[in-house]
């Protein structure tokens, strides 16, 4: 078991297997010292963990859970890390994160739901999990997910 999976394990937190791509795509890949995710969902065993857009209200789903919801978009861009790199312990440094929210108009704190997210690398990586982050809304998600998350990473 890596040191990382092991600071996850600690945590209370289980990398699940890498989801499967839901279109024509991989997971991610490596290239000149860098691994890449797809944008990954909250999905659970295959399943979304939860759907709709992400807001204050009746019908919306609330920041705090799109927030858990962005912790396992981490964990599946972890999980497809591990896929690619083989250890990940060989990863230096979590250099980018994207995120993207599915938002209802009027919802103006995606950097908050972000933070689920940016919360599982620093729990994974310690500081080399601090990273540069974007934290985007958009009118809709694949699956209807309400968040979606990819990383780059620096590795050896």
């Known amino acids: 078991m890596s040191q990382v999976e092991e600071r996850l ?5 289980v990398l699940p297997e890498p989801p499967a791509p839901v279109a024509v795509y991989v997971p991610g ?3 000149q010292g860098l691994a890449y995710t797809a944008g990954q969902l909250p999905l659970v065993r295959g399943e979304l963990a939860g759907n709709g857009k992400v807001g204050e209200g009746p019908g919306l789903v609330p920041p705090a859970e799109a927030s858990r919801l962005a ?9 497809a890390l591990k896929a690619v790199l083989g250890d990940l312990d060989r990863v230096r440094q979590v ?4 995120g993207f929210v599915a938002s209802d108009p009027a919802f103006t704190s ?3 739901v972000l933070n689920g997210a940016s ?4 729990t ?5 999990g601090r990273h540069a982050r974007s934290a985007v809304g ?4 694949p699956l209807d997910a309400p968040v979606e998350v990819e990383v780059t990473v620096a590795h050896d």
């Not at 394990?9 to 937190?13: C, E, H, S, Y």
């Not at 912790?71 to 999980?79: D, G, P, V």
């Open 71 to 79: 912790s396992l978009c981490a964990l599946n861009a972890i999980a």
């Open 119 to 122: 919360e599982v690398f620093g």
């Open 110 to 112: 995606q950097p908050i």
């Open 29 to 31: 890949l490596t290239a």
């Open 9 to 13: 394990r600690q945590a209370g937190l």
């Open 124 to 128: 994974a990586f310690g500081d080399a």
């Open 95 to 98: 250099l980018k994160v994207v």
């Open 138 to 141: 958009v009118a809709v998600l």
